[in-house]
């Protein structure tokens, strides 16, 4: 929970969203006229409908977009909205998955703004939150909204490159929750896509990031001690406990509950408290 003067900076935040949504801007984004009631009821109490224009929304602007872009300044309203209230909301965020919600949070993993791209991480990590949905349910129950997490595989998503960037240079404990997000993943994708669930990993990821021993950074040919095959075991021991044989329980260090359903009755409009 935030502190009291965090909270109160927050709830500043949101009640100027309130008063003034950037309407001009939505209204250009989603090209059609938006008054100020449907601008609110789409901010603050979206419904499962609303999720193909949520996505839009908190996309990141085209590359080279200058400042200005109305994207840039919707995205920052919906998309603190979304990582701080509606995804504890399992059926917005079915709606928001299936409309193509993962990629527009995993494009934002390189976004050039740090407290953008948090909100992106903070949102995909919760999303993988067995609390929220049991992604492991085998059969799967939601099979269209989990084969969404392919759509991550394919290569103009740059995923696993966005991934990478967040490990050499993010937000505080931003490469922890993203190795957490790329453990889960490829968990997801051995455990139901692939043969025997077996998952081979090329040797640029497996090798991320791991320190230079001192005979490579003098370009010396390293002799194969007589405990290699000791360490080779220990290795695949590290390997199974990133990538666990058996079906995990949760890959979330939220503990706030199952979340709460939404409530037609919460389209009444009143200010945020």
């Not at 003067?5 to 950037?22: L, M, V, Y």
Request: charged share 20%; aromatic share 10%; glycine share 4%.
């Amino acid at each position: 929970m935030p502190d009291e003067e965090s909270a109160a900076q927050i709830t500043t935040g949101f009640q100027r969203h309130w008063d003034k949504p950037p309407l001009t801007e939505i209204e250009m984004l989603l090209q059609r006229t938006t008054s100020l009631h449907d601008a609110r009821l789409l901010l603050f109490f979206p419904e499962p409908v609303d999720m193909i224009r949520f996505v839009t929304l908190v996309q990141r602007a085209p590359a080279g977009a200058p400042p200005d872009h109305p994207q840039n300044k919707v995205r920052v309203p919906f998309l603190a909205l979304l990582y701080m209230q509606h995804v504890k909301n399992w059926p917005l965020m079915r709606a928001f998955i299936q409309e193509g919600g993962l990629r527009a949070l995993a494009d934002s993993f390189a976004d050039d703004n740090i407290y953008l791209r948090a909100q992106a991480v903070d949102t995909m990590m919760q999303l993988t939150n067995t609390e929220l949905h049991d992604w492991f349910e085998d059969p799967s129950q939601e099979p269209a909204v989990q084969r969404r997490w392919l759509d991550l595989a394919a290569p103009e998503a740059n995923f696993v490159k966005h991934i990478a960037l967040n490990l050499d240079n993010s937000f505080p404990g931003g490469s922890f929750y993203c190795l957490q997000i790329l453990a889960f993943w490829l968990s997801l994708l051995r455990y139901f896509y692939c043969e025997q669930r077996v998952l081979r990993l090329g040797t640029n990821l497996c090798g991320r990031h791991r320190p230079l021993a001192p005979h490579q950074a003098q370009g010396r040919p390293k002799p194969r001690p007589a405990s290699a095959n000791r360490q080779a075991g220990s290795d695949r021991s590290v390997s199974r406990a990133l990538f666990p044989t058996q079906a995990p329980t949760s890959w979330s260090f939220w503990s706030s509950g199952p979340p709460q359903r939404a409530s037609r009755q919460t389209r009444s409009i009143s200010p945020p408290s």
